[in-house]
């Protein structure tokens, strides 16, 4: 077995600081450095079964001197067809160095823009729409099929910019949209976002208990007397209809396999929520009527959880050359999803330095990670009451509660929140 996607960190300097990026975690420890091309070869025996080969990290991929002879060296070994990219801020791109670029080999690059105003915190569009007029130059004049897209993340600050600027991307003969949502990486930041973590089904069990409970003449204010009272039940031990419902909505959610964090389901933000649905139904209907490849989140978390990283079966290098699974367990960082505090652990099987990429791919420590995952047998943390417990908060995770030891119980990459060029 080996990889069929591959993400390749060649270099973490970054000429830009975004608010919105890992690197401003107190956490992200990684130094500054661009990986050495002896060691981007130690991939090419894997190159040959590569469908897709991004160049991208937590850097900016123009700032790597070598990058067109890292294009250049995969093109070599990867089969016709094959997609070879990276994601920019757009910064260093110019004329002379995009028609480099598709010399080596390129045919597929990502441009992050957020906005067509200026924003604090996010990527600055500037660069960007420059960066959009030489690839579309290029697109226009050079032969080679080049395939083109943005990658947008949301918050509330660049919410009703969302559809200018793809609109604005379009003039540019774009191929695909990206839409993100944001990950706070500072307590501050949790204020930005415009998702909840309640998944779908939970929200609609809910919503379906809560109509019951208004439609008899009660208010939510009975149902967070009712928490107390479960909590606290010898001390409360009459029966009332606000608590019969309560129950019954328990029972309902537990029947379906949903857990129901209370606190976050009273206090969601309802009126944003449908805000943001209707930008991104608007969205998809631009997408739609110009071609348009899109990627684009929910506003809460998918019920049934898919990982596109390890179902796409990619593999994560990181500049030093250590592997991971996903883009959740490429680097050390804090965020607080919810609101909730989370050490991200590195997630390594190794170093290509010292074992074949293959090897480590294919060793029983990766395919035992690889098939737990696939069973999607671990908890959805952010709908539990005890979100998020010591087992999963702490950066030294050992096991969740269900007792698997991969600590993707408190990732949302699978439930449709937050994507990436892959």
Request: a negative charge.
């Amino acid at each position: 077995m080996l990889p069929e996607r591959l993400s390749v960190e060649i270099t973490t300097r970054c000429n830009l600081h975004c608010n919105i990026c890992p690197k401003q975690s107190p956490n992200y420890h990684q130094p500054e450095m661009d990986m050495d091309i002896e060691l981007f070869k130690k991939l090419t025996p894997i190159f040959s079964n590569i469908h897709s080969l991004v160049l991208s990290g937590i850097g900016e991929p123009l700032l790597h001197e070598e990058l067109e002879s890292f294009i250049a060296l995969a093109r070599d070994k990867m089969a016709e067809n094959t997609k070879i990219g990276f994601q920019t801020n757009g910064v260093l791109l110019t004329d002379y160095r995009m028609k480099e670029l598709l010399k080596a080999g390129l045919n597929k690059i990502c441009v992050s823009i957020d906005s067509i105003i200026p924003i604090n915190g996010l990527h600055e569009p500037e660069f960007a729409r420059r960066a959009l007029e030489v690839i579309h130059r290029a697109k226009r004049d050079s032969k080679i099929v080049l395939e083109s897209g943005i990658q947008i993340v949301m918050t509330k600050n660049n919410l009703s910019e969302i559809i200018p600027t793809l609109v604005t991307a379009i003039d540019y003969s774009i191929d695909f949209v990206i839409i993100s949502h944001l990950i706070p990486y500072s307590k501050d930041a949790t204020n930005l976002v415009v998702y909840e973590t309640n998944n779908e089904d939970s929200v609609k069990v809910f919503k379906k208990w809560l109509n019951k409970l208004t439609q008899k003449g009660y208010k939510l204010e009975d149902w967070m007397e009712q928490m107390k009272r479960k909590a606290m039940p010898e001390f409360f031990p009459e029966e009332n209809e606000p608590l019969k419902l309560f129950k019954s909505m328990y029972e309902e959610a537990e029947k379906k396999g949903l857990t129901l964090n209370m606190n976050n389901l009273i206090n969601r933000d309802d009126a944003l929520i449908t805000d943001v649905q209707k930008i991104l139904k608007e969205v998809s209907l631009i997408a739609r009527k110009n071609n348009l490849s899109i990627q684009i989140p929910g506003t809460n978390p998918l019920p049934k959880r898919r990982c596109d990283f390890l179902e796409e079966k990619c593999m994560f290098i990181g500049v030093d050359g250590e592997v991971s699974p996903c883009y959740f367990l490429w680097h050390d960082f804090t965020c607080y999803i919810g609101g909730l505090k989370k050490s991200v652990k590195r997630w390594s099987f190794g170093n290509i330095k010292e074992k074949e990429t293959a090897l480590i791919y294919n060793s029983s420590e990766y395919i035992d990670f690889y098939e737990s995952v696939l069973k999607y047998d671990f908890p959805y943390c952010y709908d539990c009451n005890f979100a998020l417990c010591d087992l999963m908060e702490l950066e030294d995770f050992v096991y969740d509660c269900y007792t698997n030891t991969v600590p993707c119980g408190a990732c949302l990459w699978c439930g449709g929140l937050f994507y990436c060029m892959i």
